[in-house]
């Protein structure tokens, strides 16, 4: 009998054990559903399923061959604007500023592969590998800025800071 209590005890604890975090980051946010509002155009059946074309990986949907686009547009923005390699005259002056010291070309591959490197070093300890336990802040932690600190260092130097959320850990009086 007390076998059986042991036993009973045993496998509550590890089903107990067992978490109900979600592998997306903030899954249970209060916000709408961004996929419950979709205008999704009607399917429609061709006549003849052999006259369809053949599917290729990041080819274009038949029901929905621009959704970007559409998108852009249901938001009230430009579609001609989602073409790359075209520079507005508001973007001038921004990317002259940022490319003033010089840009490699391939900064995003480079930058993907430093990140993939530095994600595979600090993949977590080995029991949060097997809980798979979210170390994503925390890997990142060292590199991250401290907003009120920056917030401060900025007003001393007589930067404008116009509005700011209050630092947390300073009591509001």
Known sequence: MLAKRIAGLTALVVLAACSGDPELMN????????????????????????????????GTNLVDPTPRADAVAALGGNPDRLTRGTIYAGE?????????YGVPADIRDTLAAEDLEWRKDNNGRLLERWFNVNVYYSSYKPMSLDQHLELERLRRMGVWTPSAPPDPEIPFE
């Open 92 to 100: 001038q002056a921004l990317l002259s500023q940022a490319r003033r």
């Open 27 to 58: 899954i249970r946010t209060e916000t709408p559903d961004e996929f419950s509002v979709l205008p999704t155009k009607p399917l429609e059946a061709p006549e003849d399923y052999t006259s369809l074309p053949t599917p290729e990986p990041g």
